[in-house]
T-cell receptor, first 111, second 119 residues
Framework: QKEVEQDPGPLSVPEGAIVSLNCTYSNSAFQYFMWYRQYSRKGPELLMY????GNKEDGRFTAQVDKSSKYISLFIRDSQPSDSATYLCAMSAMGFQKLVFGTGTRLLVSP | GAGVSQSPSNKVTEKGKDVELRCDPI?????LYWYRQSLGQGLEFLIYFQGNSAPDKSGLPSDRFSAERTGGSVSTLTIQRTQQEDSAVYLC?????????????????FGAGTRLSVL
């Protein structure tokens, strides 16, 4: 069993929809939770960064962490075709630099 | 400012040949990481450098893989006697690291990667 599980998709939605992306994990030591966006043939780009549990909002993006359920989510409001990309969750333990990534969810937003 | 720079962007090689991949981190970043991204797989950690400390090599898949970081800046990942299963995108990332920056020191910024194809 992988430490981090993420549905690969693809997830297809119409423009303007609310998108929910999720990851589950098994290592209770994880304290840092991140979401990266990766366009085709590009490197991952950091979207959101959360420490421990709770919610964080940045524009159209909201990240949620539920450590009791070992479950993290990324919500995208008013999705745009430019949001079409692969979204990778990543996490690490306190003070430990190695990120453990999910396999990524491919999102397609149609006009 | 300049981000993480990787070269070459694409590399095609024959099975059994050695390859070198280069990473130039963000200026001032003391931590540098190498990852591998295979088709349909998540990013797989390979190796981590922090300042002058001994690198964390726990993710290197075999002794054919090695990496060095000269002068605390540029890093080279070397794959000897390449195999077809080595075909992947090799990504480099850097972060502030060290004692500066609080929790944000862990944020890793990625380069565009080197796409390696072993024929």
């Amino acid at each position: 069993q992988k430490e981090v599980e993420q549905d690969p998709g693809p997830l297809s939605v119409p423009e303007g929809a609310i998108v929910s992306l999720n990851c589950t994990y098994s290592n209770s030591a994880f304290q840092y939770f991140m979401w990266y966006r990766q366009y085709s043939r590009k490197g991952p780009e950091l979207l959101m960064y959360t420490y421990s549990s709770g919610n964080k909002e940045d524009g159209r993006f909201t990240a949620q962490v539920d450590k009791s359920s070992k479950y993290i989510s990324l919500f995208i409001r008013d999705s745009q075709p430019s949001d079409s990309a692969t979204y990778l969750c990543a996490m690490s333990a306190m003070g430990f630099q190695k990120l453990v990534f999910g396999t990524g969810t491919r999102l397609l937003v149609s006009p | 400012g300049a981000g993480v720079s990787q070269s070459p962007s694409n590399k095609v090689t024959e099975k059994g040949k050695d390859v070198e991949l280069r990473c130039d981190p963000i200026s001032g970043h003391t931590a540098l990481y190498w990852y591998r991204q295979s088709l349909g797989q998540g990013l797989e950690f390979l190796i981590y450098f922090q300042g002058n400390s001994a690198p964390d090599k726990s993710g290197l898949p075999s002794d054919r893989f090695s990496a060095e970081r000269t002068g605390g800046s540029v890093s080279t990942l070397t794959i000897q006697r390449t195999q077809q299963e080595d075909s992947a995108v090799y990504l480099c990332a850097s972060s502030l690291g060290g004692l500066a920056g609080g929790r944000s020191k862990n944020i890793q910024y990625f380069g565009a990667g080197t796409r390696l194809s072993v024929l």
